[in-house]
C-alpha cells in the first residue's frame, strides 16, 4: 500500500476529537500518535496540521513541531475573522499573527497562511462584510513573509476571486481547499495561474461533484482529508472507486488499532486518491501520486523539490 507518496494538505489535528472528545463528552484519550503510526504506514510522507485562529495557529504550530513530518499554517478561518475585532486591537493581532507565522517559518514549520478566505454559508458565524476585510488583511501575511496562502471558498466565488485578483501579486501561490463549488467556480480559480484545487470527500459527494473533479488538470490538484471531517461515506457516489479500507470502532469502544467510525484521519487521504483516479480513469495511481506529491512540493516545500530535481537531472532523468 505504500508505493505511493501523499502529501496531506489539511488536518484538523488540533480539534477536539483527536483528543477523544466528542460534542463535549470525554469517550478516549487523545490518539495523535496511532492516528499519525496508520498515516506513515499507508504513503503519508508528510501532513499540514490546519491553524484556523491565533490560538490554534499557535497549537498546530506546537503540534507540527512534534514530528520532523508535521508543518502547519498560521491564519483566520473566514468563520472566526470576528476575533479581529473581538481582541480591541485588530492590527495588533495581525502582527500577532505575523510574528508566529514568522518564528515558525524560521523553524521550517510554517508553511502557508490561512486556513483564510470567504464562506457565505455560515454568516451567521461572521458577517461578509468582515470577512472580506480580514480575508483582504491576511494577504498582507504573506506579502510580508513571502508564503504561500492556504484558501477557503464556500458559496463566495465572486467575491473571493474579486479579492484574489486585487492581490494576486502579494502572495506567491495558494491552494483553495476543500472545494466543492460548481465547473464554474473551478474555472475561476483556475484562470490563476498560481493557484491549486484541494480535494477531499467533500468534493466527491455528487455525481456533479465528480465531473467537476474530473475537469481539473491533474497539475493543478492537490489532496487531503480536512480530518476529522469530509470523510468519504457509503452514501457519496464516489465510493464506487474507493478500494482501500480500515477497520474501525464506535468512539465508545476506542481502539489505538482502529480508526473511530465516522472520524476522518490521514491514512484515509488514500480514498481520496482512489476516488480521484477513478473519476479520471487513470490506472496509474502511483504515478498520480507523484503528480499530486510533487504539485504540492512546488507550493509548500519548494527547496526540497529543488533538492529532488537536482538529484534527478544528476542521474540523468528529467521526469521532474
Not at 200 to 217: D, F, Q, R, Y
Amino acid at each position: 500500500m505504500a508505493t505511493v507518496r501523499m502529501i496531506d494538505i489539511a488536518v484538523n489535528f488540533t480539534d477536539s476529537m483527536f483528543k477523544g472528545i466528542y460534542n463535549g463528552k470525554q469517550y478516549h484519550m487523545g490518539d495523535i500518535q496511532a492516528v499519525l503510526k496508520r498515516a506513515w504506514s499507508a504513503g503519508v510522507e508528510r501532513i499540514i496540521v490546519t491553524g484556523g485562529s491565533l490560538e490554534e495557529s499557535k497549537e498546530a504550530l506546537a503540534i507540527a513541531e512534534t514530528d520532523a513530518r508535521l508543518f502547519c499554517t498560521v491564519g483566520v478561518h473566514p468563520t472566526r475573522c470576528k476575533e479581529f475585532e473581538d481582541s480591541g486591537d485588530p492590527e495588533k493581532h495581525l502582527q500577532d499573527l505575523l510574528t508566529l507565522a514568522k518564528e515558525g517559518k524560521e523553524k521550517g514549520k510554517v508553511v502557508a497562511i490561512g486556513e483564510c478566505g470567504l464562506d457565505y454559508d455560515r454568516l451567521h458565524f461572521c458577517p461578509s462584510d468582515i470577512q472580506k476585510k480580514y480575508f483582504e488583511k491576511q494577504f498582507e501575511l504573506a506579502y510580508t513573509i513571502k508564503l504561500p496562502m492556504f484558501l477557503h471558498m464556500r458559496a463566495a466565488s465572486q467575491d473571493f476571486c474579486d479579492i484574489l485578483q486585487r492581490n494576486k501579486d502579494r502572495f506567491v501561490a495558494g491552494v483553495a481547499h476543500s472545494f466543492t463549488g460548481s465547473a464554474e467556480d473551478c474555472d475561476k480559480l483556475l484562470s490563476f495561474s498560481n493557484v491549486f484545487i484541494g480535494i477531499n470527500g467533500c468534493s466527491l459527494k455528487t455525481a456533479e461533484n465528480l465531473e467537476v473533479v474530473k475537469g481539473i488538470p491533474v497539475e493543478r490538484m492537490m489532496i487531503e482529508t480536512d480530518s476529522p471531517y469530509c470523510d468519504i461515506k457509503n452514501t457519496h457516489a464516489g465510493i464506487r472507486y474507493v478500494k482501500s479500507s480500515w477497520p474501525s470502532k464506535k468512539k465508545d469502544k476506542h481502539d489505538q488499532e482502529c480508526l473511530v467510525k465516522g472520524r476522518n484521519e490521514p491514512c484515509l487521504v488514500r480514498q481520496v486518491l482512489e476516488v480521484v483516479a477513478g473519476t479520471k480513469g487513470i490506472a496509474d495511481i502511483d504515478q498520480l501520486s507523484q503528480t499530486l506529491y510533487h504539485n504540492t512540493c512546488r507550493v509548500f516545500f519548494p527547496h526540497d523539490l529543488d533538492s529532488a530535481a537536482e538529484a534527478l537531472l544528476a542521474s540523468g532523468r528529467e521526469d521532474l
